[in-house]
């Protein structure tokens, strides 16, 4: 188990003095990543006006400016209290990439898996659309019978149904895709494409390597993506295919434009990503495109996952299935094999600051939690 993470000062001198590491920071790549979320809200203003002066001067901020941007249009507020004395309210960072993987125009030996694209009879319902209704929380996702939204099928069903497939790959490589969220698509003959997130079945995520464990299969901490590869291909298709079925969430791709990595693929929030300043959250208690600042621990150039001490801000872009609660993020490293690898070895405690517009810090000065969502 990873070292528990140091303590931030108790009596600061200034607000940005209870960031562990603020000082040493330089938030260039935030800072991008800030001015594409500052395109976003610029949609709507209306919607997003507490953003509105960090971003009309974000874009003026020149070479080693980030840091000093950030301290005079943000006010950091903790999302939970540090307390040394009790480690589980660290949080938790984990990671994912966009893959590249190989893919046929039509079936083919060993690529037998179909990437569908969204189909027409998958509805979601927003909450913020029927908030004069009640609803609240989460999107949900469904099918139209009889007048009555019920669930959508599981993964079983859907690929027993069939569907418009976009490409084929290999059914360890798809899953995988869609763990992801998005990827890259290599046909035969050399062309690329963006396979990026159209939405997804509605029904809960089910982690394949917590099963592989839970059967004494696979041994804590030894679940990566490499090891529930090899299983798979040592269990056989029929095996294979009963385990991922296990997990009944289902996701659906479009293609997108561009194949360049710089910018990555469009989160949630609608900005591209940027690789290791881009941060998956949950949405209901984080707003996105809010700066967070993290303290954790991330691999060191030996490649042990038990990492080094580190401390980076990311803006929230993004959102994930297994991304619930304020203390949970999860850090886009980018596309390829090597940002694989190392997302496969980040699984860290993890302590968060949201840096606030100071317009919103003010509003909500003693309230102890992170404004609402506002875009």
Known sequence: MAPPLAPAKEKPSSAFDALPGWKQSDPALALQAFRRSCAVFARNWSAAEQWRTACEHASAVGKGGARAFFERYFQPQPLLA???????????????????????????PGFDAPIYARPPDLVTVG?????????????????????????????????????????????????????????????????????????????????????????????????GKAAIEQWLRA??????????????????????????????????????????????????????GSPIWVQTRLPGPDGDWRGVPAQFLAIAQDTGGAINGKMRGDLFLGSGDAAGREAGMIRHKARWWVLMPKPAAKASAGAGTAPGPQS
Do not use: C
């Open 235 to 288: 269990a056989g298709p029929q095996k294979a295919a009963q385990l991922m079925n296990r997990n009944q969430r289902y996701v659906f791709f479009k293609i997108q434009p561009g194949t360049d990595p710089q910018p990555g693929p469009v989160g949630t929030q609608g900005a591209p990503l940027t690789p290791r300043a881009s941060l998956a959250v949950d949405p209901r208690l984080v707003p996105l």
């Open 82 to 108: 540090p307390d040394p004395d009790n480690a589980s309210r660290d949080g938790l960072l984990t990671a994912y990439y966009e893959p590249e993987i190989p893919v046929r125009a039509t079936p083919a």
């Open 127 to 223: 909450p913020k659309r029927f908030g004069a209704t009640g609803l609240q929380g989460r999107k949900i996702m469904g099918r139209v019978v009889d007048g009555q939204l019920v669930p959508y099928f599981t993964r079983a069903q859907i690929l027993h149904r069939g569907g418009a497939a976009l490409a084929w790959g290999r059914p360890a490589d798809v899953f995988f895709l869609q763990i992801q969220g998005s990827g890259r698509l290599r046909f035969a003959d050399g062309r690329v494409v963006r396979a990026a997130f159209a939405g997804h079945n509605g029904l809960p995520y089910t982690s394949i390597g917590r099963l592989l464990i839970k059967r004494g299969a696979l041994a804590p901490g030894k679940a």
